[in-house]
């Protein structure tokens, strides 16, 4: 699944944070990334897409979210328009709501941690 576009939820420049360290990693493999988040500027080449906006994406494989669920609501049915087949809840991010939403849509939902699956090749 290493050639399939993921979306980085929760992008951000500062690199003390988890989506910044998932941007390096799909970077370093050069794995193809979408960075979208409120935060303004540049990972790694790519400009971080405003995600108020909900800009209109094609051929997103996998979404991985980087935001907590009590910031998910407002971005979950323009995320799961974006017909991902897969969609990684890093620790924290975990909502039941958003997981059962996804299922229903049969989309494949992960609870784990999106570093570790690039660190073990299970990605």
Known sequence: MSDKKT???????NPSRYA???ASMFAEREMDFVPIGIKKGKVFGREILD?????????????????????????????????????IFNPGTENPEFFN??????????????????STGQF
Not at 7 to 13: D, E, F, Q, R, W
Not at 101 to 118: D, N
């Open 7 to 13: 979306l980085i939820v929760g992008a951000t420049t």
């Open 20 to 22: 910044h360290y998932a």
């Open 51 to 87: 995600l108020k906006t909900k800009p209109e994406l094609s051929d997103i494989h996998t979404i991985t979210l980087y935001i907590g669920p009590q910031h998910q609501e407002e971005w979950m049915d323009y995320l799961l328009s974006l017909n991902p087949k897969r969609i």
């Open 101 to 118: 939403k996804a299922k229903e849509k049969g989309v494949y939902v992960v609870p784990a941690c999106t570093l570790v699956m690039l």
